[in-house]
Nanobody, 131 residues
Framework: QVPLVESGGGLVQAGDSLRLSCAPSGRTLFGRSFRDHAMAWFRQAPGKEREHVASTNWSGLNTFYGDSVKGRFTMSRDNAKNVVYLQMNSLRPDDTAVYFC???????????????????WGQGTQVTVSS
């Protein structure tokens, strides 16, 4: 069973918006509470390396963005509902990728933008932006 489940991907036109969601498939993440985890969104386009899109600490008060999405994407989390969101506005064709949600058991406030720091992943959701 995949521990994290993403949803909300699809095919849109340039300039459109999408909101991705990610939630644990169970009540906890390997026995630990969702709120005890830093969460992140990464994306990977064909032939390219996995790229950090956004990440946030357990409270959602410290959120970090990749340079290519700053000002257009917003990450948020609702610990009461065990869900994280990625609001994507002003989408561009180069945003086309598979978007992955990831989690790391971590209670600090540091930026965790390296995909190797995350041990829990979803299966990904495809976002395609046409010109």
């Amino acid at each position: 069973q995949v521990p994290l489940v993403e949803s909300g991907g699809g095919l849109v036109q340039a300039g459109d918006s999408l909101r991705l969601s990610c939630a644990p498939s169970g009540r906890t993440l390997f026995g630990r509470s969702f709120r005890d985890h830093a969460m992140a969104w990464f994306r990977q386009a064909p032939g390219k390396e996995r790229e950090h899109v956004a990440s946030t600490n357990w409270s959602g008060l410290n959120t970090f963005y990749g340079d290519s999405v700053k000002g257009r994407f917003t990450m948020s989390r609702d610990n009461a509902k065990n869900v994280v969101y990625l609001q994507m506005n002003s989408l561009r064709p180069d945003d086309t990728a598979v978007y992955f949600c990831a989690a790391r058991y971590y209670s600090g406030t540091l930026e965790l933008s390296n995909s190797g720091l995350y041990g829990v992943w979803g299966q990904g959701t495809q976002v395609t932006v046409s010109s």
